[in-house]
């Protein structure tokens, strides 16, 4: 059964940090990982997606890596911002069977205090 | 619709009661999931439909949970005798189909805040 686990669980930096958040899951047969970004009393909003094929992505000051051999990926933020504070989640997706659903880990929550 | 649309975005029932959740997804998706997140978790998987049949209800955790998306579009989850235990955030997400050229990427709504007394 695939887990997965995010570190840490919450976080508080000063605007203008960069900032790394950790993802790491158990089954490395996986067909993508997904990052979301969740605002209190929200759903999530989609950030990035990385293919199993894939290493990396990048949208603006948001870069996600993939290390499937490893089970990790992490979430590099820039110059983060307060506006940036929210909970960040990580889900995979298995690459087989009749399962097409996300796996997610509990999420890191951000504060970025201005 | 532009986005996956989900009501009512807040339900408050007794316990006992029997309650439905609708999800309106965006418009071409053929796959539907349905989550739940209960404070300070992650979404936990319930059921997944492929157009109209549900290929993958392992989530559910009790036969008072079922769902139905008859036309392959919009999809309800019904809850019966309602426990305080259901309690949570339901959220509904949809993507392109597999079989077609897409990146498997899930868009979720803003979810039903379900609140059982």
């Known amino acids: 059964k695939q887990e997965v686990t995010q570190i840490p669980a919450a976080l508080s930096v000063p605007e203008g940090e960069n900032l790394v958040l950790n993802c790491s899951f158990t089954?490395?047969?996986?067909?993508?990982l997904q990052w979301f970004r969740q605002d209190p009393g929200k759903g999530l909003t989609s950030l990035l997606l990385?293919?199993?094929?894939?290493r990396e992505q990048t949208s603006g000051r948001l870069n996600a890596s993939l290390d499937k051999s490893s089970g990790r990926s992490t979430l590099y933020i820039a110059a983060s911002q307060p506006g940036d504070s929210a909970t960040y989640l990580c889900?995979?997706?298995?690459?087989?069977?009749?399962?097409?659903?996300?796996?997610f880990g509990s999420g890191t929550q951000l504060t970025v205090l201005p | 619709g532009a986005g996956v649309s989900q009501t009512p975005s807040n339900k408050v029932t007794e316990k006992g009661k029997y309650v439905e959740l609708r999800c309106d997804p965006i418009?071409?998706?053929?796959?539907l999931y349905w989550y739940r997140q209960s404070l300070g978790q992650g979404p936990e998987f319930l059921i997944y439909?492929?157009?109209?049949?549900?290929?993958?209800d392992s989530g559910l955790p009790n036969d008072r949970f079922f769902a139905v998306r008859p036309e392959g579009s919009v999809s309800t989850l019904k809850i019966q005798r309602t426990e305080r235990g259901d309690s949570a955030v339901y959220l509904c997400?949809?993507?392109?189909?597999?079989?077609?050229?897409?990146?498997?990427?899930?868009?979720f709504g803003e979810g039903s805040r379900l609140t059982v007394l």
């Open positions: 997400a949809s993507s392109l189909s597999r079989q077609r050229v897409n990146t498997g990427e899930l868009f």
């Open positions: 089954d490395s047969a996986i067909y993508n």
């Open positions: 990385i293919q199993s094929s894939q």
């Open positions: 889900a995979v997706r298995r690459s087989s069977g009749s399962a097409r659903q996300l796996t």
């Open positions: 418009s071409g998706h053929t796959a």
């Open positions: 439909f492929q157009g109209t049949g549900a290929a993958d």
